[in-house]
């Protein structure tokens, strides 16, 4: 079973910073995809970015502020969140797709606030 495991999450300022990290069970060159996704208090989980073999994608409310990255030596994905916005707040989910099949992590809570 494909394990993925978020960390870096925590209480940041607004206008501050973050690394979130997603490390893999497996190599992540097996998955066709991997993303990251949020799901704030009462709202329904969203993309945030997603990073396949070639091509990266942001969501627009994320874009310039957030760069999605893979260490394939480390088997994991990192999503640098800066100019990070009280709106930002959410449990940051990691999600990885192979062939069909989605694998999702436990989610780490960042919170946005002064």
């Known amino acids: 079973q494909v394990q993925l495991v978020e960390s870096g999450g925590g209480l940041v300022q607004p206008g501050g910073s973050l690394r979130l990290s997603c490390a893999a069970s497996?190599?992540?060159?097996?998955?066709?995809?991997m993303a990251w996704y949020r799901q704030g208090p009462g709202e329904q989980r969203e993309l945030v970015a997603r990073?396949?073999?070639?091509?990266?994608n942001y969501a627009d409310s994320v874009k310039g502020r957030f760069t999605v990255s893979r260490d394939h030596a480390k088997n994991t994905v990192y999503l640098q969140m800066n100019s990070l916005k009280p709106e930002d707040t959410a449990v940051y989910y990691c999600?990885?797709?192979?062939w069909g099949n989605g694998y999702w992590g436990q989610g780490t809570q960042v919170t946005v606030s002064s």
């Open positions: 999600y990885a797709n192979r």
């Open positions: 497996e190599s992540i060159s097996s998955f066709n995809v």
């Open positions: 990073i396949a073999s070639v091509s990266t």
